[in-house]
């Protein structure tokens, strides 16, 4: 195997408190082909002793960074914190994994470098993400009926194939991403007042805006396994996250895209049909409405994000 020059790559691994999971997730990225990857692990102001025991684990590799947060910022601020730290030390490409996430395959990140940099317009590469649950391996399809819908009122553009491993879509798993660092800040990256979920659609769609385009790249010998059942009952905080992030992603483009509208009707109809599965994401997507319309403050978004687990009930 021909050596790549990896002196401008980095794999960013997004850690809260669960030592076990990431310890498991850098030892898959170790095996990467290209030793000169860098691995930095970015701690969201963990509040117990993992980050120390990750230290202890792997201080003594050269090439494993660490960056600790002073708050738990969320998914998204915590992610654009580690691009911003990567890019300062002249990284060009980073790969975005939750910590929950492993490497199959040691071709996986220089199979997805070779992508990126032979299109030029292509700021994500998204490997194939198999959730690990109780009734097996499930693959993330990369897509949804919301997501076909505007891409049927032109809102996003269409899929296309380019070969039996590549295609463009419309959205990739926030999970695990390839991203050019560049293009990633040019949209101000992850927004980060969602403060946690929907952050990777409203991300890609503004990359999609932005004439660039996201790639999936799918191979039987180089995936990624996600070590998160989601056969198991969501949150209600979860839910009620996914749907005001959903609703503040409509509110701000709808000016842009006014048949956005009717796409949002009809998902909102759907929704209305299962009312007791799903309260929870429309009180989400209320309570968008009213701090996007009446406030129009992310302040209000952030704080309300990072208090949703803890004081859900009140905000219903």
Not at 114 to 138: E, H, M, W
Not at 162 to 178: C, H, P, R, V, Y
Not at 207 to 222: A, G, T, V
Request: proline share 1%; aromatic share 16%; net charge positive.
């Amino acid at each position: 195997m021909n050596k790549i020059n990896y002196d401008k790559i980095s794999i960013n691994i997004l850690h809260y408190n669960s030592y076990e999971k990431t310890r498991v997730c850098v030892n898959s990225c170790l095996k990467q082909f290209g030793n000169d990857i860098k691995i930095i692990i970015i701690d969201n102001f963990s509040t117990n002793n993992s980050l120390q025991q990750l230290k202890k684990a792997f201080s003594h590799i050269d090439n494993i960074l660490f960056l600790e947060n002073k708050e738990n910022y969320g998914f998204a601020k915590g992610n654009n914190i580690g691009i911003r730290y990567a890019t300062d030390l002249g990284i060009k490409y980073t790969f975005l994994l939750n910590n929950d996430t492993e490497l199959i395959g040691e071709m996986l990140v220089s199979d997805m470098i070779g992508i990126i940099k032979k299109y030029s317009n292509c700021a994500i590469v998204a490997p194939q993400i198999f959730d690990v649950t109780k009734d097996g391996l499930v693959l993330l399809k990369n897509d949804s009926l919301y997501l076909k819908m505007l891409r049927l009122f032109n809102i996003l553009p269409k899929n296309t194939s380019i070969s039996k491993e590549l295609e463009t879509i419309s959205e990739a798993q926030g999970s695990a991403i390839l991203v050019n660092n560049k293009f990633f800040l040019d949209v101000n990256g992850f927004p980060e007042y969602y403060y946690m979920y929907g952050e990777e659609g409203t991300f890609s769609k503004k990359i999609l805006w932005n004439d660039k385009i996201i790639l999936w790249y799918k191979n039987k010998n180089n995936y990624v396994l996600h070590h998160h059942d989601k056969s198991k009952n969501v949150d209600e905080w979860r839910k009620y996250l996914m749907g005001r992030n959903r609703g503040l992603e409509f509110y701000e483009n709808r000016d842009k895209y006014p048949i956005w509208r009717i796409v949002y009707f009809i998902f909102f109809v759907k929704l209305l049909c299962q009312f007791k599965k799903n309260y929870s994401y429309l009180v989400g997507m209320f309570k968008a409405r009213k701090l996007y319309i009446k406030k129009k403050d992310y302040i209000d978004f952030y704080y309300d994000g990072y208090i949703a687990k803890e004081r859900y009930g009140s905000l219903k």
